[in-house]
């Protein structure tokens, strides 16, 4: 019998055609710094703060997936993966406090520069119950991918990442969240098989404009603070 050929999904086929901005999330300067041993301390202090700003402003995001998926999803395993991710948000709150003493950072004196207030801006719009589930899975696992995609490319054979920072790489770069990216993306992937040409195009447009946050919130680690 003949193979079907492998049936891609949305997300992979979305990737390739904006392949560029993709590589421009997933292998920013300051990530490729992270892993040859350059990165400089102050980008390092800087990223770290405003993305504590940042996954402070996610949990509310991260909530309002889970009751989407509690009542939108029709598959009850969806509510799992997402209470999953919002479980391990707590650790990641405390390992922040814990790096942020580390690194002599104090979170209450840190200003959310405007990257960062217009990323937490998207992601309240996406909160809004006019939103497809299809279209907020997208964006959820496009928001997870770019975090693990770059921060395993730290941890890959010949990085010379610095050791005080491989604690950040492991937090997105372990086998354990990659399996959670790729629950989310199967979740995902299932809904836009049966989502709307209008869903679809809406899907499209957010998973750009998440990869297009991710690169200007890297790009605030350059001005160091
Ligand atoms: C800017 C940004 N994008 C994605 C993540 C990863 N998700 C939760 O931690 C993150 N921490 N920060």
């Known amino acids: 019998m003949e193979k079907k050929p492998?049936?891609?999904?949305?997300i992979d086929t979305w990737i390739d055609k904006h392949r560029s901005i993709y590589s421009a999330a997933t292998r920013h300067a300051f990530v490729v710094s992270i892993r040859d041993g350059s990165v400089d301390l102050s980008s390092f202090r800087t990223w770290?703060?405003?993305?504590?700003?940042f996954v402070r402003g996610f949990v509310p995001?991260?909530?309002?997936?889970?009751?989407?998926?509690?009542?939108?999803s029709g598959e009850s395993s969806d509510m799992e993966v997402v209470l999953g991710g919002l479980a391990s948000l707590n650790d990641e709150i405390e390992w922040f406090k814990r790096e942020g003493s580390k690194w002599d950072v104090d979170f209450s004196?840190?200003?959310?520069?405007n990257a960062n207030q217009e990323y937490?801006?998207?992601?309240?719009?996406l909160m809004s119950s006019e939103v497809k589930y299809a279209v907020i899975m997208t964006a959820f696992w496009a928001i997870e991918a770019v975090y693990q995609e770059s921060f395993a490319h730290c941890l890959e054979d010949g990085n010379k990442t610095p050791v005080g920072l491989t604690g950040a790489c492991h937090r997105w770069g372990n086998d354990g969240f990659k399996q959670y990216c790729s629950s989310v993306k199967n979740i995902a992937e299932r809904c836009l098989e049966n989502a709307s040409g209008e869903v679809l195009v809406e899907a499209?447009?957010?998973?750009?404009?998440?990869?297009e946050h991710e690169v200007a919130f890297w790009e605030m680690s350059r001005g160091g603070q």
């Open 6 to 10: 492998e049936n891609r999904g949305m």
């Open 61 to 72: 995001f991260v909530a309002s997936v889970l009751i989407r998926a509690c009542k939108d």
């Open 120 to 125: 937490r801006r998207f992601l309240d719009a």
């Open 109 to 113: 004196t840190v200003v959310p520069q």
């Open 48 to 53: 770290l703060g405003q993305d504590y700003l």
């Open 204 to 211: 499209e447009d957010v998973l750009v404009r998440v990869l």
